[in-house]
C-alpha cells in the first residue's frame, strides 16, 4: 500500500511569512512530485511538480525533493491571505498519472 | 482553450440509484483518470482510461465503472449507491504515460447519496 503523509494543520501563518509545507511518501521507487492548491468546495489547481533532487523554483514557490528521505516539502515565500488553502501531494510512482494523494494540509495565512 | 469539463456539477440520487458523470479532457490530452474525493479527505484513485481501456484501477468495487470514447471524453458510471459513495467525484486528463506530465482536473461533480 503506496502512503502519502502530510500534517493535516492547520498550518498559520503571518501575511508576509514563509510557509513551509511538508509530505512524507512511502514507496521508494516514486518518480513524481505534485502540489495542487485546493480551495474549499473547488478542484484541485496544479501549483507545481518535481522529479529530480533538489530545489525547483517558481515565482514565490520553491519545491524540495529528497529520494533518499523520501520527503518532498512547498515553500510559499511572502505569503498572502489568497494562499490560505488546503495543499495536496501527489505521488506518481510509474508517471501513468495515477497519483497517490495525502490527505492535504490546511493553510490559514492571516492579514 | 476549453481546460476539463465535467458534468454534472451537482448531483442528488437515491441509495441503490444509478449515476452517470461525464467528463470532457483538455484539448490534445487523451488520458482520463477518475478520482473520488471524500470531505476532508485527498482524492483516491478510481480508474484510468487510454486508447478507450480500462488501462489502471484502484480499490474500488466493480459498482464503479466507466468509458471512454473516441473523442477521449469519459463517462464514471456507479451501481447501486451506497450513502458511503458521497463524495466529490474528479476527473482529470493527461498525455499519454510518459515522464514528466501534469494532469489537469474539472470541477468535480458533488454527488450526494440520500
Known amino acids: 500500500q503506496k502512503e502519502v503523509e502530510q500534517n493535516s494543520g492547520p498550518l498559520s501563518v503571518p501575511e508576509g511569512a514563509i510557509a513551509s509545507l511538508n509530505c512524507t511518501y512511502s514507496?521508494?521507487?516514486?518518480?513524481?512530485f505534485f502540489w495542487y492548491r485546493q480551495y474549499s468546495g473547488k478542484s484541485p489547481e496544479l501549483i507545481m511538480f518535481?522529479?529530480?533532487?533538489g530545489d525547483k523554483e517558481d515565482g514565490r514557490f520553491t519545491a524540495q525533493l529528497n529520494k533518499a528521505s523520501q520527503y518532498v516539502s512547498l515553500l510559499i515565500r511572502d505569503s498572502q491571505p489568497s494562499d490560505s488553502a488546503t495543499y495536496l501531494c501527489?505521488?506518481?510512482?510509474?508517471?501513468?498519472?495515477?497519483?497517490?494523494f495525502g490527505s492535504g494540509t490546511k493553510l490559514n495565512v492571516k492579514p | 482553450d476549453a481546460g476539463v469539463t465535467q458534468s454534472p456539477t451537482h448531483l442528488i440520487k437515491t441509495r441503490g440509484q444509478q449515476v452517470t458523470l461525464r467528463c470532457s479532457p483538455k484539448?490534445?490530452?487523451?488520458?482520463v483518470s477518475w478520482y473520488q474525493q471524500a470531505l476532508g479527505q485527498g482524492p483516491q484513485f478510481i480508474f484510468q482510461?487510454?486508447?478507450?481501456?480500462?488501462?489502471q484501477r484502484g480499490n474500488f468495487p466493480d459498482r464503479f465503472s466507466g468509458h471512454q470514447f473516441p473523442n477521449y471524453s469519459s463517462e464514471l458510471n456507479v451501481n447501486a449507491l451506497l450513502l458511503g459513495d458521497s463524495a466529490l467525484y474528479l476527473c482529470?486528463?493527461?498525455?499519454?504515460?510518459?515522464?514528466?506530465?501534469?494532469?489537469?482536473f474539472g470541477q468535480g461533480t458533488r454527488l450526494t447519496v440520500v
Open positions: 482529470a486528463s493527461s498525455l499519454p504515460g510518459s515522464m514528466n506530465t501534469e494532469a489537469f
Open positions: 514507496d521508494r521507487g516514486s518518480q513524481s
Open positions: 518535481i522529479y529530480s533532487n
Open positions: 501527489a505521488v506518481d510512482s510509474y508517471n501513468f498519472n495515477k497519483f497517490y
Open positions: 484539448s490534445g490530452h487523451d488520458t
Open positions: 482510461y487510454y486508447e478507450e481501456e480500462e488501462r
